[in-house]
């Protein structure tokens, strides 16, 4: 079974930094996009950032010039870095992989990461 594992979640200041990682584990054929989601209590998950695996990203608006997603291939990595971080942006980080397993199956399944906090508070 493929697995994602996070890690770098915390509580930062405002304006202050932290760095998401996500790696992928387990028998894996190909890793296709992948991405950050996010859920603040008591509102819906919501696309943060997304890398496919030629590199190209794209951002929710409202983190544009602040985050940067990136991927490290052969290390089946995705990270996040988050600067500039405000109160907002206080949720629950997902990391997402649309990934084919290893074996006799072609198939593309989404899988998730088991979530990191992240807390921005003064």
């Known amino acids: 079974q493929v697995q994602l594992v996070e890690s770098g979640g915390g509580l930062v200041q405002p304006g202050g930094s932290l760095r998401l990682s996500c790696a992928a584990s387990g028998s894996i054929f190909k890793i296709y996009a992948m991405g950050w989601y996010r859920q603040a209590l008591g509102h819906q998950r919501e696309l943060v950032a997304a890398i496919p695996h030629d590199g190209t990203t794209n951002y929710a608006d409202s983190v544009k010039g602040r985050f940067t997603i990136s991927r490290d291939n052969a290390k089946n990595t995705v990270y996040l870095q988050m600067n500039s971080l405000k109160p907002e942006d206080t949720a629950v980080y997902y990391c997402?992989?649309?990934?084919?397993?290893?074996?006799?199956?072609?198939?593309?399944?989404?899988?998730w990461g088991q979530g990191t906090q992240v807390t921005v508070s003064s």
């Open positions: 997402n992989g649309q990934i084919t397993p290893g074996g006799s199956t072609t198939t593309i399944y989404n899988y």
